[in-house]
């Protein structure tokens, strides 16, 4: 199994940044396409990121290119999303995700628990 630990939200005021953390650990045995989703209350969870296993590619949500930035360090086993001008429409529930693909059990997606951003003066 793998484990998925979300660290870095808080509060922050509009136009202010904040750097979260995933870091993944159990059965690691190689690198994986990871990713950010969110959750505000009231809607659907949302992509906002992802990354592939390399780190050589990036997607981002239209609502948040520009301004965030998903990274990762393999030797680390994290990934990490920058956001910067934070708007209050960005306040959620941040997850990370990492989604693994074999043979044998076809795809499996693993989830953190989340970790809260608030965007408010």
């Known amino acids: 199994q793998v484990q998925l630990v979300e660290s870095g939200g808080g509060l922050v005021q509009p136009g202010g940044s904040l750097r979260l953390s995933c870091l993944a650990s159990g059965s690691i045995f190689r690198t994986y396409p990871m990713g950010w989703y969110r959750q505000a209350p009231g809607k659907q969870r949302e992509l906002v990121a992802t990354?592939?296993?390399?780190?050589?590619?990036?997607n981002y949500a239209d609502s948040v290119k520009g301004r965030f930035t998903i990274s990762r360090d393999n030797a680390k086993n994290t990934v990490y999303l920058q956001m910067n001008s934070l708007k209050s429409e960005d306040t959620a529930v941040y997850l990370c995700?990492?989604?693994?693909?074999?043979?044998?059990?076809?795809?499996?997606?693993?989830w953190g628990q989340g970790t809260q951003v608030t965007v408010s003066s």
């Open positions: 995700n990492l989604r693994s693909s074999t043979e044998e059990f076809g795809i499996q997606d693993y």
């Open positions: 990354i592939t296993s390399s780190g050589g590619s990036t």
